[in-house]
């Protein structure tokens, strides 16, 4: 696991977007796992720059999205397919058949999970994830306790998920479905690389929980130690609480120029 660490989220998601653009440019017909919320959308700003002011082309690039509300119908403002196509794909040129966002309104959820996984492994599996954490360490919405060896499937929000996500419903938690489809840990698991952005004190905890402490379930996060390519993009904010951030920046700061976006 490699920590960026970094004065502002500005910085560090132009530096996400770069590694981003480097596969796009390096394979045209990659596989990129994508996230919502308001972590990425600073990446997803950059992307859409190098599109349209150099020429990014995402014509041959297909994406599958981490997870959906169950309940929600794709034009619902708070939907991820709302926010994917508002936030990048509309201003991309990605074409639409590449797009996979789990169906929050399938009438057969198992089925609709079991298919969302066997599209990713007919595509070729995931190259690159984007991934955020959640205040409680979880990655998509695999909540604390989730299996490490878990499936896209449906899960049940906890209560501070519903709190957490309050903001985008008017702050009223009662609003936020309580069930959503989500691609597994194991699943986020199988992608060639993982860059995980965090922004903010509020996941200060959540960072060093997954950075420094032990692997564990309840720190759903924590299993990607084991990952052979994880990358954690993080603001001084959320370096507050690691006991090893000038290591980790000793070591950024050392690398050759050719390792850089690597």
């Known amino acids: 696991m490699e920590i960026i660490i970094k004065e502002t989220s500005e910085t560090t998601s132009v530096m996400a977007a770069r590694l981003v653009a480097r596969l796009v440019r390096e394979k045209p017909n990659a596989v990129l796992g994508l996230a919502t919320g308001s972590t990425p959308l600073m990446l997803y700003k950059e992307l859409v720059r190098l599109h349209q002011e150099e020429g990014l082309d995402f014509s041959g690039i297909t994406t599958f999205n981490l997870d959906e509300y169950i309940g929600l119908p794709r034009d619902h403002e708070q939907s991820y397919y709302t926010f994917m196509w508002k936030n990048l794909f509309s201003q991309i040129n990605i074409l639409p058949e590449n797009v996979h966002i789990p169906d ?21 599996g995931i190259d690159l994830q984007v991934l955020g954490i959640g205040s409680d360490g979880h990655v998509g919405f695999n909540e604390p306790t989730s299996s490490f060896a878990s499936r896209t499937r449906i899960k049940t929000l906890t209560r501070q998920t ?3 996500n309050a903001r985008f419903f008017n702050d009223d938690d009662s609003r936020v479905p309580h069930h959503c489809i989500t691609m597994g840990i194991g699943t986020i698991m199988d992608a060639g690389c993982i860059l995980m952005l965090a922004f903010g004190e509020k996941k200060a905890e959540a960072i060093a929980s997954m950075v420094e402490g032990p692997v564990a379930s309840v720190v759903p996060a924590s299993i990607l130690q084991h990952h052979a390519r994880a990358k954690v993009f993080i603001d001084e904010a959320a370096a507050t609480q690691l006991k090893r951030a000038d290591y980790y920046r000793w070591v950024y700061e050392g690398k050759p120029d050719w390792q850089l976006d690597a």
Not at 104 to 124: K, R
Request: net charge negative; hydrophobic share 50%.
């Open 104 to 124: 929050g309104m399938a009438a057969d959820v198992p089925l609709a999970c079991a298919e969302y996984e066997q599209a990713i492994l007919e595509a070729g």
């Open 162 to 164: 519903l709190k957490d």
